[in-house]
């Protein structure tokens, strides 16, 4: 139910939009649910009718209707945001961007390809096939494009390759007041005035709603190599990535999974039959010789902190396996405690910080007496847990709450943020003021500047 204030010109706003769109406007129970709530344990809220734009200029037309009526819009990707980004909590318009799905161009020769915001992540790379490219940002759910930006998403190849920030040329985005915007270019760089681009990734709608990307590509490598290795402790496998990091070793994927989550990994999937303890899942790429000098330097530099029961594949079949279940990680550790819901949190800290941080984390797991079992993208800095809980049981969802805090709390204490790829939404932004101190008020005095009625995605982020 909504339980916010509500716009008085909501019904003179749907008015308007059913003579516009007809169709491509539902107010259907099911469609309303859906759009409702994301995967973060937050209390779903009904937005009052949901958008199926096609074209920019539909965003346009909506965009312009809902600022003249004072009517909320929240762009909707495909719902897979774990911090409440995309729920509607002052009702309004949710603006279902999936509609909005053609990959407009890819341009080989430059390595970039331009897309529309509903486009999935493996829709673009199967649209790659036979070019010899792929796009390599890979958060693990199939996410679109847009709701990428929007969160500065990241994930396995980010050590490597880079997260959305690094990966987005340029961007069309309706501003709140209808108009039309182009930032960046197709040039790979530009001293020319401010960087507009990434003012809008990464601030989740709240400033413009994204209808087309110009996206970064990247060659296939000629070798790709995915290896799994054991460590008695999380200590030892972080220290290895450290290590290899500080080595300069060009580490495609390096992700920590510790002793809790591999035996869900083995409860969900008991044909992986990995050793229970702390393991690093890596990918490598090159050319066959550089990749087989990768794999004996890591190995090198693991063996020096007790890593065993090295294994590795070229083969495609087996790398997909062993990445499907690195993505089912979530899955796999609900398998621990039948039944329970997951609360995920992220942060992120240098990564000379990072044994500390998991160390200091793990201390406080014991001590709220919960399973949270924990992943990361080490290679950067970045992890989560997955928070256990029993979603009748108060008491443990307080403690899992108590939790997140305390692990933000020492991100920020070590001089890192409390999400390093999430995003900020409804669940993180009471720790927006305790990261960025003064530039916060600068950041709400942006969105003040650019959405004067605060119809987008209003209550997030600022």
């Known amino acids: 139910m909504n339980d916010m204030p509500r716009t008085t010109n909501i019904d003179a706003a749907l008015d308007a939009l059913r003579a516009l769109l007809e169709d491509k406007l539902s107010t259907g129970t099911s469609i309303l649910d859906q759009h409702s709530h994301d995967e973060a344990y937050t209390t779903p809220?009904?937005?009052?009718?949901?958008?199926?734009?096609?074209?920019?200029?539909?965003?346009?037309?909506?965009?312009?209707?809902?600022?003249?009526?004072?009517?909320?819009?929240?762009?909707?990707?495909?719902?897979?945001?774990?911090?409440?980004?995309?729920?509607?909590?002052?009702?309004?318009?949710?603006?279902?961007?999936?509609?909005?799905?053609?990959?407009?161009?890819?341009?080989?020769?430059?390595?970039?390809?331009?897309?529309?915001?509903?486009?999935?992540?493996?829709?673009?790379?199967?649209?790659?096939?036979?070019t010899g490219l792929m796009f390599t940002v890979d958060p693990g759910a199939d996410a679109s494009m847009g709701g990428m930006a929007s969160t500065r998403a990241s994930g396995t190849n980010t050590v490597r390759y880079g997260t959305m920030r690094e990966n987005v040329l340029a961007l069309e985005v309706v501003l709140a007041t209808g108009e039309v915007i182009r930032t960046g270019s197709r040039a790979r760089k530009s001293s020319s005035g401010y960087d507009l681009t990434n003012l809008f990734i990464g601030a989740e709608g709240t400033l413009g709603i994204i209808t087309e990307l110009t996206v970064k590509l990247h060659g296939q490598p000629d070798t790709i190599l995915s290896a799994t290795c054991a460590f008695e402790t999380v200590d030892d496998a972080v220290n290895t990535v450290i290590l290899a990091i500080q080595m300069g070793?060009?580490?495609?994927?390096?992700?920590?999974?510790?002793?809790?989550?591999?035996?869900?990994?083995?409860?969900?999937?008991?044909?992986?039959?990995?050793?229970?303890?702390?393991?690093?899942?890596?990918?490598?790429?090159?050319?066959?010789?550089?990749?087989?000098?990768q794999v004996e330097l890591f190995q090198s530099v693991a063996e020096e902190h007790g890593a065993s029961d090295f294994a590795s594949s070229t083969k495609m079949e087996e790398r997909n396996a062993l990445w499907a279940a690195r993505h089912e990680a979530y899955y796999a550790g609900r398998a621990l405690k039948p039944g329970a819901k997951g609360l995920i949190t992220d942060c992120c800290v240098p990564i000379s910080a990072l044994a500390e941080c998991i160390a200091r984390t793990r201390i406080e797991i014991e001590e709220a007496g919960l399973v949270a079992p924990l992943v990361g993208h080490v290679g950067d800095g970045n992890f989560h847990l997955n928070i256990l809980i029993d979603p009748d049981d108060a008491s443990e969802?307080?403690?899992?709450?108590?939790?997140?805090?305390?692990?933000?709390?020492?991100?920020?204490?070590?001089?890192?943020?409390?999400?390093?790829?999430?995003?900020?939404?409804?669940?993180?932004?009471?720790?927006?003021?305790?990261?960025?101190?003064?530039?916060?008020?600068?950041?709400?005095?942006?969105?003040?500047?650019?959405?004067?009625?605060?119809?987008?995605n209003p209550g997030k982020l600022v």
């Open 45 to 130: 809220v009904l937005p009052d009718a949901v958008a199926f734009p096609e074209t920019t200029e539909d965003v346009a037309q909506i965009v312009r209707i809902c600022a003249e009526h004072d009517c909320p819009i929240v762009p909707y990707g495909f719902g897979t945001s774990l911090e409440g980004q995309i729920v509607p909590v002052s009702g309004g318009i949710s603006l279902d961007m999936s509609r909005m799905e053609r990959v407009i161009a890819i341009n080989e020769s430059d390595l970039d390809a331009v897309v529309q915001p509903g486009v999935r992540r493996t829709q673009l790379n199967d649209a790659l096939r036979g």
């Open 249 to 293: 070793l060009p580490l495609a994927r390096i992700e920590l999974l510790d002793d809790v989550q591999m035996k869900g990994m083995n409860l969900f999937k008991p044909e992986l039959g990995l050793p229970e303890k702390p393991h690093l899942f890596l990918e490598f790429h090159g050319s066959e010789a550089g990749v087989a000098e």
């Open 397 to 456: 969802l307080d403690r899992a709450k108590t939790l997140a805090a305390k692990v933000n709390e020492i991100a920020l204490s070590l001089g890192g943020t409390v999400t390093g790829e999430h995003g900020v939404g409804l669940g993180k932004k009471k720790y927006m003021s305790a990261e960025h101190g003064g530039s916060y008020p600068f950041m709400q005095l942006l969105k003040r500047s650019v959405d004067p009625k605060g119809i987008l």
